[in-house]
């Protein structure tokens, strides 16, 4: 099922919530922002992009979109992308050059309905500046996140994304103790990389979100995150690098897994 709610005035969320078995649930978010030209943060899931679809219009018209930004290709955010390209012919999509080259391999996008970004570089819509960048950790190497310069929202993609064991609108709702935790084995499983990475570095990564003071993050698979959040964060981050390693089941634990759903299905 799909929800929406306000994150600020003019920013709305478009979630859904994934169950992972034994690990926890984990939010997934797409965002309207408002404005002179209204902007889509990714486009909900491809296995219920219609339910995405029916939330959208709640909080928008599709036709009244001007932009998409894609921040990668996971299957959790190209859901109605092209739905969307094929409702709106003046839709165009903002996103870098490898996102589109993975687009190519299975589901083009119209090139001439493509801007391309790359971090560090702005561009402007209507009364918002948008600033891209790489978020400190991420799954896929398509990801690019921004800054919204009016409102200071950091967009951050998957990063802080978090495991929990319910999930509000607002992740100041959410036990200190279970959201470090949970965005310890979020990151742990969506950038196992994350092990291997010089420490100094990726600090260095850290402090330059830090540096930005968003006023709130709005991830992927978070709840809306108030500002005054961002340092507890950060620090949940940094100490990913050094958790245990994530190790999924292997072939005998989904044998027992699969014998235990047979004797609990009814006869």
């Known amino acids: 099922m799909h929800a929406t709610y306000q994150a600020a005035a003019d920013i709305d969320v478009i979630t859904s919530t994934a169950s992972i078995p034994g690990l926890g ?9 408002h404005g002179p030209q209204p902007v889509l943060v990714d486009t909900g899931a491809v296995i219920d ?13 599709p036709a009244a979109l001007c932009w998409i930004w894609l921040s990668h290709t996971d299957f959790d955010h190209i859901g109605a992308l092209h739905e969307l390209l094929a409702v709106n012919t003046e839709l165009r999509v903002i996103t870098t050059f490898l996102s589109v080259g993975i687009m190519g391999l299975s589901d ?11 971090p560090g570089q702005v561009i402007k819509l209507g009364n918002r500046t948008l600033v891209a960048l790489k978020p400190p950790v991420f799954d896929n190497a398509a990801t690019m996140g921004f800054v919204d310069d009016t409102t200071g929202v950091l967009f951050s993609s998957d990063c802080f994304g978090a495991l929990l064991s319910a999930v509000p609108e607002s992740a100041s709702e959410i036990p200190d103790d279970e959201l470090r935790q949970g965005q310890v084995r979020w990151a742990t499983i969506d950038s196992p990389w994350v092990h291997k990475v010089d420490e100094a570095s990726f600090a260095k990564d850290l402090r330059a979100i830090s540096d930005l003071e968003p006023t709130m993050i709005l991830s992927s698979h978070l709840p809306a995150a108030p500002g005054d959040m961002t340092s507890r964060m950060l620090a949940a981050l940094e100490a990913t690098s050094t958790a245990e390693p994530f190790v999924g089941p292997d072939q005998a634990a989904l044998e027992q897994m699969l014998a235990q759903m047979t004797s609990a299905t009814p006869r």
């Open 25 to 33: 649930m984990v939010p997934i978010n797409a965002f309207v922002l």
């Open 49 to 61: 992009r219609d339910e995405f679809m029916t939330a959208l219009r709640s909080v928008i018209d």
């Open 108 to 118: 083009p996008l119209p090139m001439e309905r493509v801007h391309l970004l790359n």
